[in-house]
Structures are given as C-alpha cells and as structure tokens.
C-alpha cells in the first residue's frame, strides 16, 4: 500500500474487520460490470472510490436523454456518446489509482466465457434476463462469484452465487418468465439503493469481512420501506449447477 492509498482510503480502514489486509484484497481484485445503466453505474461508482484495482465494464451504445434520470457517471454534455467510455471517464477522474477498462459490448452467448475469465468476481446489473441469466451460467462455469443486483418500478432484489457453494441465478429463474417485456420504470433513486447494496456485497465478498448473501434472496420495497432475506436451495435439477 502506497502513502497516497493509505490517505485516501483511511476512513475505510477503520471499518472492523476490514483494515489494510482489505484494502489490499480490494488492489489486488477485479470486478465485471455487465451494464453501467442505473444500477451498473452506482456498483462501478462505489467500487472505484473503494479502490477495487480494476474494473472491467460492459456496455454497449451510446447516451440518449432517457438514460440521464439514472446513469449517474454521465451527463446532458455526453448526449450521443458512447456511454461505456463517459463512465469509465468519471471512475478515473474520481479515483486515478485504479484501471478502468471498457468493452463496448453487452452481454450475448459470444463473448459471456470471454469477459467473466478475464476477472475475479462479477457484478451482474443488466435489466434483461437473458443477459442475467448468460453471466450467470458462465460465472457458474469459471468458478467466479456473482452478486446479482435487480430492480423493477419501487422493488429490488440482490442475491450472491459463490459456485460450488451456492444456489445459483438459474436455481430461482431457470428461464426468462414469458410474460415478461422490456418496458421499465424506474427512478433513479431505486437504482441507485440496489447498486449500493451490491457493491458492498462485492466489497464484503472480495475483503472475506461481514456476512455476504450467500443462499439467501435480499428483497426490499420501497414504497414501503420493507426489507427481508428469502432462503434459496440449490434445485438438484439445475440445468446450470447442480453438477458442480
């Protein structure tokens, strides 16, 4: 740890549990974010200023006005631009110790394998099942943990897959529900909750520090301001990990 990291993360390395040998965890790890919309945007935000060493994120086209409610790494100025690139601009300008790379892709079947081995956990904050349920299966595949960050109108979910250990995405939805159509109300404000939420699970499950998500569903409303945890079993006849 240089004098500089030493400086800027002091307040953190107060934190019980965590400490230097944290922090140095943090250095040594990188983080995929599979989006950096809504919630993407507020795990890579937290992770930088916590000093995660590297981050890798994954997202494709390019800043339109329906995107400013929520994607708070980018601004009106970057209207028409891509929007991997403005957000990787901010995380550097609010933390230069870290790498920040970027991948003008979302996730599809082609290159799922590909972004998950190049990291050591993954954040999963795409707003598509399909692109959830890709990640899940190749992080399963790799051996590499997963946090899943969800939200839809006021709810929002979070969950963590360590494989080999744990229940995993495909156990709860082993297929994109049918009925299910890409229109998506959200605040910016709901985003910006689940996002937090998972970059402190990432951060918890990096350092080894705190109780993580582990077989267990984190649901919350926010309408009302409720929160509670669902246990998940790993289903013996799940088509992703019930042979790991």
């Known amino acids: ?48 200023a916590a000093g995660v060493g590297r981050i890798v994120l994954a997202h494709a086209g390019d800043l339109k006005p329906s995107d400013l409610n929520r994607q708070i790494l980018m601004s009106s100025a970057g209207l028409g631009r891509s929007r991997v690139e403005q957000a990787a601009e901010r995380l550097r300008a609010i933390n230069p110790l870290i790498t ?10 082609d290159n799922a394998d590909r972004l998950v081995t190049r990291v050591d ?3 999963g904050c795409a707003p598509l099942f399909e692109e959830r349920l890709l990640l899940n299966e190749a992080a399963v595949r ?10 839809y109108e006021l709810d929002v979910q979070l969950t963590t897959v360590i494989p080999g250990k744990t ?4 156990c709860l939805i082993p297929q994109k529900p049918p009925a299910w159509k890409r229109r998506f109300p959200v605040f910016g404000a709901v985003a910006g909750v689940v996002g937090c939420m998972g970059a402190m699970e990432i ?19 926010l309408r009302t301001m409720e929160f509670s945890k669902v246990n998940v079993k790993r289903r013996a006849d799940c088509a992703v990990c019930a042979m790991r």
């Not at 040594?28 to 950096?36: D, E, H, K, P, W």
């Not at 920040?100 to 079947?109: L, P, R």
């Not at 790799?142 to 939200?151: E, R, Y």
């Not at 229940?167 to 495909?170: R, T």
């Open 1 to 48: 740890m240089t004098d500089a990291e030493l400086s800027q993360y002091e307040w953190q390395l107060w934190v019980e549990g965590f400490g230097e040998e944290g922090q140095r965890r943090l250095k040594g790890a990188s983080v995929l974010v599979s989006r950096c919309g809504g919630v993407g945007s507020n795990v890579a935000l937290q992770l930088a």
């Open 100 to 109: 920040v790379e970027t991948v003008a892709e979302n996730i599809d079947v």
């Open 121 to 123: 956990v993954v954040a």
């Open 142 to 151: 790799h051996g590499k943990p997963l946090v899943d960050c969800a939200m």
């Open 167 to 170: 229940a995993c995405l495909a």
């Open 203 to 221: 951060i918890k499950v990096i350092a080894g520090f705190g109780e993580t998500l582990q077989n267990q569903l984190l649901v919350g409303d």
